[in-house]
């Protein structure tokens, strides 16, 4: 079992920026060996993988979506994964999800993810 907890969302007006955390946590799995992803899902909408890293953080993965405005890290110490956004618009209003892929690499589909946390809204005022 996997446990995933976001923080960090709210009401952010346009323009502005925001941090959201995913505290992870496991007394079956090393969460350090996989890869970890957000995604976000509007209303309406198709949940979308907006970023991913790999185990060891040394590769992202960005969706064209939020490239440039996106950056996402991970402290395996304290299992914690972050995403960063900023130049926000209405459009990404939505609530965020963390997630654990399935191996060490990354895979932007939403079926390389298994273990999901309940997520946390965003919205951005316009």
């Known amino acids: 079992q996997v446990q995933l907890v976001e923080s960090g969302g709210g009401l952010v007006q346009a323009g502005g920026s925001l941090g959201l955390s995913c505290a992870a946590s496991?007394?079956?799995?090393?969460?350090?060996?996989?890869?970890m992803g957000w995604f976000r899902q509007a209303p309406g909408k198709e949940r979308e993988l907006v970023g991913a890293?790999?185990?060891?953080?040394?590769?992202?993965y960005y969706a064209d979506s939020v490239k440039g405005r996106i950056a996402i890290s991970r402290q395996n110490a304290q299992s914690t994964l972050y995403l960063q956004l900023k130049s926000l618009k209405p459009e990404d209003t939505a609530v965020y999800y963390c997630a654990v892929g399935r191996s060490a690499f990354i895979e932007p589909k939403e079926s390389h993810f298994w273990a999901w946390g309940q997520g946390t809204q965003v919205t951005v005022a316009s």
């Open positions: 890293i790999t185990n060891n953080g040394d590769s992202t």
């Open positions: 496991s007394s079956t799995f090393t969460l350090s060996n996989y890869a």
